[in-house]
């Protein structure tokens, strides 16, 4: 399901990328000013598009694999990270190949990219290494994907609020879509989005999906706290 909003939303991240990208590449000064001054006309083109208005299309099931998707995914997020001097390693359980979930690729592909992106910005230039950790693995009946960061963590008291629509926190221009979105597109797909983090120690976020033979289940908590 895309309507306008979503749709600028999801223009802003491999826009982001590309200017993340281009800012430590050795251009030329006239190049490097076509380059800034291209990505700040798409920027400005991005901003007015939830004004057009784009109508909803109908949503559809299918079925993806997210094993697939990462291993299609993680040259990217690498890339992202090396430009920030951030360490990426992930861990994946080989029995994902073989599993599948209820979910467009596309929207598990917007969910993932989502995440990594947050991660990705909570961890600013610091003394402390920083790390970006992604886990596929299947528990309890659940393919489960895990995004984990070490940057400065979520305020108790703001984690429960961040999957509501408008709900945002360390961005400055944050519009508090992303999280909202993905939380959407999990429970739409049967599943769970579980957020972890402590002040000063980082974030974790878990999706949850069910596998074919398990029911969609509700009751998992949204949220929970890192700290001990």
Known sequence: MLDAATLAHDLRSPLSALKLTTSSLPLPADADQLIRQSLEMLEAMIAKIPALGIPKTENRKAISSPYSLIQKLLPIFKQSADAKNIGLRFFIDQKTQSTFASIEETELQRVIINLVNNALEAMDESEKYQLLTLRLYVSKGFLKLTVEDNGKG???DRIPLLTNAGATFGKTKGQG??????????????????IQSCL????????LLPLPSRPATHALRPSLSLCA
């Open 200 to 207: 000063g120690q980082g974030t974790s976020v878990t999706i």
């Open 154 to 156: 979520i305020p108790a």
């Open 177 to 194: 879509l992303g999280l909202y979105q993905a939380r959407k597109a999990i429970e739409q797909a049967g599943g769970k989005l579980l």
